[in-house]
């Protein structure tokens, strides 16, 4: 498990907002009301998290989300600490406690049991009740609960019920336009622009490919890894093969066509 309280303490994690997202997680902070981010990986989800919670001066509890996740890692358990039996909260509750963001991020992989402790802090009680210490805790204004999940993997038995994912507003990410994703993998990576431009047309056109032979489009996470390597000296096709065509496939001859639309757009 994952937790950090504001990884960059003191600045804010630049985020550069596709629409206004940012209007939005401020409303919904204000006004006391979960949300749900939904898109596929490495789009910019938990930047714009950690960049809002910083934004609103709110410590950030991040949770990554496995398929043997459940209830008692977020509320919390005894543990066996110098001969003493001592509760120690798990990161759900000490966001209650002290007023911060708790981000799940891809909660559908957690078990079953987790959804049935964010009902109720989820709707207007607010409250997270505690069975094993008996306590019933209150959620004051600054708590905030975000969630993520990725749609795209279309596993039927991995969706979001319609009773938990009705509790919560819910905005939609997708990799971000040229305009948007050029500036970011600058100022990500330092690549030169020319460069990062011709980085961003691959990508677009690897996505294309989403649906025919490949499961999931190049994300912004690659892209900015490929600028990175070649601004630190790797040559330009060497870095395309390990961070946008590797990362795609197992499939040799997929990765051979990858190969060649990538030659034919550089
Ligand atoms: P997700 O949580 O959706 O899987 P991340 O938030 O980890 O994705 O994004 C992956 C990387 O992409 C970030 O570390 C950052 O470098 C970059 N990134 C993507 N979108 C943006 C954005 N709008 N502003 C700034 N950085 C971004």
Same mark, same amino acid.
């Given at each position: 498990?994952?937790? =950090? /309280?504001? *990884?960059?303490?003191?600045?804010?994690?630049?985020?550069?907002?596709?629409?206004?997202?940012? %209007?939005? =997680?401020? #409303?919904?902070?204000?006004?006391?009301?979960?949300? !749900?981010? $939904?898109?596929?990986?490495?789009?910019?989800?938990?930047?714009?998290?950690?960049?809002?919670?910083? $934004?609103?001066? @709110?410590?950030?509890?991040?949770?990554?989300?496995?398929?043997?996740?459940?209830?008692?890692?977020?509320?919390?358990?005894?543990?066996?600490?110098?001969?003493?039996?001592?509760?120690?909260?798990?990161?759900?509750? @000490?966001?209650? @406690?002290?007023?911060?963001?708790?981000?799940?991020?891809?909660? /559908?992989? #957690?078990?079953?049991?987790? #959804?049935?402790?964010?009902?109720?802090?989820?709707?207007?009680?607010?409250?997270?009740?505690?069975?094993?210490?008996?306590?019933?805790?209150?959620?004051?204004?600054?708590?905030? !609960?975000?969630?993520?999940?990725?749609?795209?993997?279309?596993?039927?038995?991995?969706?979001?019920?319609?009773?938990?994912?009705? @509790?919560? !507003?819910?905005?939609?990410?997708?990799? *971000?336009?040229?305009?948007?994703?050029?500036?970011?993998?600058?100022?990500?990576?330092?690549?030169?622009? %020319?460069?990062?431009?011709? !980085?961003?047309?691959?990508?677009? $056109?690897?996505? &294309?490919?989403? &649906?025919?032979?490949?499961?999931?489009?190049?994300?912004?996470?690659?892209?900015?890894?490929?600028?990175?390597?070649?601004?630190?000296?790797?040559?330009?096709?060497? #870095?395309?093969?390990?961070?946008?065509?590797?990362?795609?496939?197992?499939?040799?001859?997929?990765?051979?066509?990858?190969?060649?639309?990538?030659?034919?757009?550089?």
């Amino acid at each position: 498990m994952d937790q =950090f /309280v504001n *990884p960059e303490s003191g600045t804010v994690p630049f985020y550069l907002p596709q629409g206004d997202e940012c %209007d939005v =997680f401020a #409303a919904a902070h204000r006004s006391c009301l979960p949300l !749900l981010l $939904k898109g596929p990986t490495g789009c910019g989800k938990t930047r714009f998290v950690a960049h809002m919670a910083a $934004k609103l001066g @709110r410590p950030l509890y991040t949770v990554a989300c496995h398929d043997d996740l459940s209830a008692a890692d977020l509320i919390g358990r005894y543990l066996l600490k110098g001969g003493e039996t001592v509760w120690v909260d798990g990161p759900l509750t @000490r966001a209650v @406690r002290e007023g911060a963001i708790c981000y799940l991020d891809e909660v /559908v992989e #957690a078990r079953k049991d987790v #959804a049935v402790v964010l009902h109720p802090l989820t709707d207007d009680r607010r409250i997270l009740p505690i069975d094993r210490t008996g306590e019933e805790l209150q959620a004051g204004p600054g708590f905030m !609960l975000v969630a993520s999940y990725n749609p795209g993997y279309q596993n039927i038995l991995k969706t979001l019920k319609p009773s938990t994912r009705q @509790r919560f !507003l819910s905005v939609e990410f997708g990799f *971000p336009k040229p305009e948007h994703e050029v500036p970011v993998v600058i100022a990500e990576s330092g690549l030169a622009e %020319d460069r990062v431009r011709l !980085l961003v047309r691959i990508a677009g $056109k690897l996505r &294309g490919l989403k &649906g025919q032979d490949l499961e999931e489009g190049v994300s912004t996470r690659l892209v900015v890894y490929c600028a990175t390597l070649i601004a630190q000296g790797m040559s330009f096709d060497r #870095a395309v093969q390990v961070a946008m065509i590797e990362p795609l496939t197992d499939d040799a001859e997929v990765k051979r066509g990858l190969a060649d639309l990538v030659t034919a757009v550089a």
